[in-house]
């Protein structure tokens, strides 16, 4: 009798989400499909001396029921983790108790921390002269805590952790509750990002860096003028096909493998090579040829040289294909989230394979020679989508790229 081992299949089973374009994740795949896009002016900040006045932003909080005690424990950016928590774990059909907490778990990435904690205490002690913070601006601030208060809030005693790698912190987080499951720590995890990032003190560092766009994110257009920031969550299911099997549970895609590289090269300027090794490792290990892929979800920041380099590792990769495949930045419409942005971008790549529709790059104006693919400007495409991948290429050089599929 053979005794190799199987690695298990990994499915998943829930959404969850919370951006510029919605409030749930069926709000924002609805809102992608139509190609409507959630930038414009920033409401809920001060902005004085900015120059920035643009972003993807959440403009009223949805009814959460959680109690204010947990509240004022919580920065925004794990609150909206929370909310994408809790709706994916309903989407999947699923409740946590004492049967099969202990078999739950949560990754989160995040591409920053709680800023809202970190400026609220410096306001206090620099401008308004106070001696003391407030008590919970640690545990509001530290990077883990929105994996940790997904945790309490639902109940997971499982593997808990946080991952932050940047803009490939979300990927990085599906891979590594992916893991989880492979290794038998775990029936069921919780993975992908959330991030909150429209605060005065991270709009100006990212001010400082000229990436960002005075008006809208055009990713792949010639006249593009760079990234937008935008706050929100995403959160999956992910289950072992047999787990979700044995519970009945609806399946909405496989996740078929995911791949992972770094730059080694240059803290912020991304290179051709990193993101090609990313791509061939995620195709390798989803056992995917490259005329399988219908679909990607670039990267697609909107800034100069990332759009040119994804081009040209996209074609690396793939060959003649890549002039058969459709591809699309979805930051187009709910900006770049930074840590959770992987997690809202699998939320489309799971619905292309559902059901049949790419998402459009919107706000394209001018083709780039550049950037010569199909970029599905605009308006969304109907086509079969048997595969789709997403691209999460970081600051520091950190890759990461998640496949899925139809479950076969």
């Known amino acids: 009798m053979s005794t190799a081992y199987r690695t298990p299949r990994i499915v998943i089973t829930g959404l969850g989400g919370i951006c ?3 409030t749930d994740a069926q709000a924002i795949w609805t809102a992608m499909r139509e190609g409507r896009s959630g930038i414009g002016p920033i409401e809920n900040a001060d902005l004085t001396g900015l120059k920035v006045s643009t972003g993807a932003e959440i403009k009223a909080m949805p009814e959460h029921g959680i109690d204010s005690k947990r509240l004022i424990t919580m920065d925004k950016f794990s609150l909206l983790a929370v909310i994408a928590a809790g709706e994916a774990l309903a989407h999947a059909g699923l409740t946590i108790d004492d049967a099969n907490a202990h078999r739950a778990g949560a990754v989160v990435g995040v591409g920053v921390c709680g800023w809202e904690a970190i400026e ?3 306001r206090a002690v620099f401008l308004e002269g106070k001696s003391r913070v407030g008590i919970f601006s640690v545990p509001r601030g530290m990077p883990g805590a929105a994996a940790g208060q997904v945790s309490m809030v639902h109940g997971l005693t499982g593997p808990v952790f946080g991952a932050t790698s940047a803009c490939s912190s979300a990927n990085h987080a599906i891979a590594a509750a992916a893991d989880q499951l492979r290794l038998g720590r775990a029936d069921i995890m919780l993975a992908g990002g959330s991030d909150a990032p429209l605060i005065f003190g991270v709009l100006k560092g990212w001010e400082a860096l000229r990436v960002l766009a005075p008006d809208t994110c055009r990713p792949f257009s010639a006249d593009r003028r760079g990234l937008v920031l935008g706050e929100g969550a995403g959160i999956v299911v992910l289950e072992t ?7 009945g549970a609806p399946i ?3 996740l078929a493998g995911v791949g992972m590289s770094a730059d080694a090269s240059d803290i912020v300027a991304p290179t051709l090579e ?3 090794r990313a791509m061939e490792a995620c195709l390798a290990e989803a056992d995917l040829a490259v005329e399988d892929v219908d679909y990607i979800n670039a990267h697609g920041t909107g800034t100069k040289a990332n759009d040119r380099l994804e081009t ?5 990769v793939f060959g003649a294909h890549a002039r058969c495949l459709s591809i699309s930045s979805t930051k187009s419409m709910h900006g770049h989230c930074l840590g959770a942005s992987g997690a809202l971008e699998l939320i489309a790549c799971v ?3 559902r059901d049949g529709i790419v998402p459009p790059t919107v706000g394209y104006r001018e083709a780039d020679p550049e950037c010569d693919l199909d970029v599905t400007p605009n308006e969304a495409r109907r086509r079969p989508v048997r595969a789709a991948i997403s691209n999460s290429f970081g600051f520091g050089g950190a890759n990461s790229v998640v496949a899925v599929r139809a479950i076969a």
């Open 241 to 247: 096909l047999e787990h979700a099997e044995a519970r």
């Open 252 to 254: 909405l895609a496989e």
């Open 20 to 22: 510029a374009l919605g």
């Open 274 to 276: 990193g993101p090609v």
């Open 312 to 316: 040209e590792a996209i074609k690396s």
């Open 351 to 353: 619905n292309a394979v």
């Open 120 to 122: 609220e205490s410096y």
